[in-house]
Each structure stands twice: as structure tokens, then as C-alpha cells.
């Protein structure tokens, strides 16, 4: 992760910006409905070592000087589903050796949507960050 | 069957917000299938290069890549430790959910 950031200071021009998106170290949820109409089900167990050294990574090259941190920003993303099987695939990819099944989850999102009205969406909800670094230069 | 991805464009949004794109040189690392590099380049910068280790992914988003922003926008496979471009090339780098 520290030579990737390294690699992305080495092609920035003086004065350029290095942007990290991705999803903040938190649990997902899953929900029915959309926007202000979504109402939480339940929370997905995930695992965030890879977050976490991610985060670690970012310190170690402002520590060094490399880039400087000038913005952060968070918002929610989600991801909107038609059909319970959109919802089994999207959670399939997450049944790692490390990770509890979502089986669970799954169930509880149908049991909800049992007492929906046809047409419902399914939508997964997770806390994005961005992250605006400035290229130091030496 | 489908998923749709920030159908309220939040995400686009907060990019928007955070720097002016406007005729910058971007380099996009983890790109998959183009997705969120379209949504960029509707900000009007002047060149995308994005790329992502999958070549399958790859072929995809050049699949997908509209006419207008042929020229604008090129499609590597690549990873994000071994840049291979000149040093001190763009103005904005963005990694997509790489670290």
C-alpha cells in the first residue's frame, strides 16, 4: 500500500492531488426502501484489516512528508437492489474463510419483504470516505 | 435482475465537491469496469488514463466506452505499484477502492 501511495507521488506533478475513495472501516446495512424511505434490517459483520492498514499506510507517507492531508469527507453509498437474488450474489462475494456467512441477513431482508408491497427495493447502505491528499514537494 | 450502484449520485457529488477537474490530467487506479470513470468524465478533464489489474474488467470498460469520450478517456491493464508513466504527469490521481 506504501509503495502504491509512494508510485502515485512519483507521477503526480508539483503541487498535484492523490484522492483515496473507499468505504470507511464500518458496517454496512441493509435495508428496504430508498433514500429518506429506508429503514434498516440488519447489520453486516465484515471484516476490516485491510481498512485498517490502508488508514496506516495513508499516516505513514504524510509522517514522511510525502503528501498532506487537506480534506476529508464522508458520506453514504448505496446500493440498490431489485430482487432478494441481487441481494445473495452482492453478499456471496463477502463468504471468505474470515468472514461469518450472511445467510442470516439474508433471511431477515426476506422475512421484511414478505410484508412489503411489490416493487420494494433492497439497498445496502455503507459510510464512504474521501480523502484529498496534496503532493509535498521537497 | 440488477444492482445499481449510488442511484442518488452521492458519491459523484462529494468528488465534485472536494477538486475543480476542469482540463486536469487524471490518472484513475482501480478502475474495473469504467464506472466511476465516466462519472468523471463528465466533469471535463482533460485526459483519463485509468487502469486495473483485470483484464477482463478492462475489455469491459473499453467496451462500454461511449464515442465522445474516445480520445479522452484510455483504458490500461495495470497495477498500482508499478505505475508505468513519467514522473510528474498529473494533476490528480484517484484510487477507486485500490488501498
Known sequence: ?138 | MALVMDPVEDEIRALKGITNWHGKRVLEVGCGDGRLTLRLAKFNPEKIIAFDPDPKLIRTARKNLPEKYKGRIEYRVGNAEHVKQKPDLFDVVIFSWVL
Not at chain 1, 474470515?98 to 414478505?114: G, I, N, T
Request: glycine share 6%; with cysteine.
Open chain 1, 1 to 138: 500500500m506504501v509503495h502504491a501511495l509512494t508510485e502515485a507521488q512519483r507521477v503526480l506533478k508539483p503541487n498535484g492531488i492523490l484522492i483515496d475513495l473507499r468505504s470507511a472501516a464500518k458496517h454496512r446495512c441493509a435495508g428496504l426502501g430508498e433514500r429518506k424511505r429506508w429503514k434498516l434490517v440488519g447489520v453486516m459483520r465484515e471484516d476490516f484489516a485491510d481498512d485498517i492498514a490502508a488508514d496506516r499506510a495513508v499516516k505513514q507517507v504524510v509522517r514522511e512528508g510525502l503528501f498532506q492531508q487537506e480534506s476529508l469527507v464522508e458520506f453514504d453509498l448505496d446500493r440498490v437492489m431489485d430482487t432478494l437474488q441481487d441481494l445473495r450474489a452482492w453478499l456471496d462475494d463477502f463468504s471468505t474463510d474470515k468472514l461469518p456467512s450472511h445467510d442470516w441477513l439474508y433471511q431477515r431482508v426476506e422475512r421484511a419483504l414478505e410484508k412489503k408491497r411489490d416493487g420494494t427495493k433492497i439497498a445496502v447502505r455503507g459510510l464512504m470516505r474521501l480523502r484529498l491528499l496534496r503532493k509535498v514537494e521537497h
